[in-house]
C-alpha cells in the first residue's frame, strides 16, 4: 500500500472549516484514500474513502487532487467533539483486507 | 442496526497466563479483523477472518491465534502473556470478501499485563 504523510497536529477553531491534508504521492491507480479518526481510547470511526472523484457524506468532505497526488479531509463545521486523530490511509482493492493507519493528525477543536 | 461488539472490555492478567477476546461483528458481516493498538506502535494489523479461514495476517508471534465461527463470531487468543502485550485490542468487520467494503470497528478490549 502507498505510503502516507499527515501533519501530526492541527488546531481549529470551533465552528470553522478543519482541513486536513494528506500526501500520498505513490498512490497507484487502482488504490482508494479511506479516512478514520479515533476519539481517545475508542474504536477507530470510518468517516469517508474516494477512489479519483470528490466525495461528501453527512459528515465530511474529501477532495482528491487530480493526480492523486494529495487528498484533504473537510469537516465543514468542526466542533469540540471533533477533536481526535484522523488517519489517512490508502490501500489497493485487493482481497486480503489490513489498514495501515500510520501516525494520523491530532485535531485539537478549541472554543 | 448493532455496531460491533467485543468483550470484555477491560481485562487484567499476569505474564504466562493466556487469555481470549471475543467479537461480535455487525449483523451480516461475515469478515471480522482484529487490531493491536499500542503507544510505541500504534495500531497494527493482527488477522483477518472470513467465512471461518484466515485471510490475512499481520506480523505477529504465533502466540496470537484467532478463530472465527459459522455465526461470523470470532476470538482471537494470546498464550504466553507477556508485559508487552498490554493493549487495546480491537475488532473490525465488513460485509463481505469485497475489496471496497468498509470497516467498522468495536470500541476495543483493554488488556492490561501486570
Known amino acids: 500500500d502507498a505510503k502516507t504523510t499527515q501533519p501530526t497536529s492541527m488546531d481549529c477553531a470551533e465552528g470553522r472549516a478543519a482541513n486536513l491534508p494528506c500526501n500520498h504521492s505513490t498512490i497507484s491507480g487502482n488504490e482508494y484514500v479511506y479516512w478514520y479518526r479515533q476519539i481517545h481510547s475508542q474504536g477507530p470511526q470510518y468517516i469517508i474513502h474516494?477512489?479519483?472523484n470528490n466525495e461528501t457524506n453527512e459528515m465530511a468532505s474529501l477532495i482528491i487532487t487530480e493526480d492523486r497526488k494529495s487528498s484533504t479531509l473537510i469537516l465543514p463545521h468542526a466542533t469540540l467533539r471533533d477533536t481526535a486523530v484522523y488517519y489517512c490511509?490508502?490501500?489497493?482493492?485487493?482481497?486480503?483486507?489490513?489498514?495501515?493507519f500510520g501516525k494520523g493528525t491530532s485535531l485539537l477543536v478549541t472554543p | 442496526k448493532a455496531g460491533v461488539t467485543q468483550t470484555p472490555r477491560y481485562l487484567i492478567k499476569t505474564r504466562g497466563q493466556q487469555v481470549t477476546l471475543s467479537c461480535s461483528p455487525i449483523?451480516?458481516?461475515?469478515?471480522v479483523s482484529w487490531y493491536q493498538q499500542t503507544p510505541g506502535q500504534g495500531l497494527q494489523f493482527l488477522f483477518e477472518?472470513?467465512?471461518?479461514?484466515?485471510?490475512n495476517k499481520g506480523n505477529f508471534p504465533g502466540r496470537f491465534s484467532g478463530r472465527q465461527f459459522s455465526n461470523s463470531r470470532s476470538e482471537m487468543n494470546v498464550s504466553t502473556l507477556e508485559l508487552g502485550d498490554s493493549a487495546l485490542y480491537l475488532c473490525?468487520?465488513?460485509?463481505?470478501?469485497?475489496?471496497?467494503?468498509?470497516?467498522?470497528f468495536g470500541p476495543g478490549t483493554r488488556l492490561t499485563v501486570l
Open positions: 477472518y472470513f467465512s471461518e479461514t484466515q485471510r
Open positions: 473490525a468487520s465488513r460485509t463481505s470478501g469485497a475489496s471496497t467494503d468498509t470497516q467498522y
Open positions: 474516494g477512489l479519483k
Open positions: 490511509i490508502v490501500r489497493v482493492a485487493y482481497s486480503g483486507y489490513a489498514l495501515n
Open positions: 449483523s451480516g458481516h461475515r469478515s
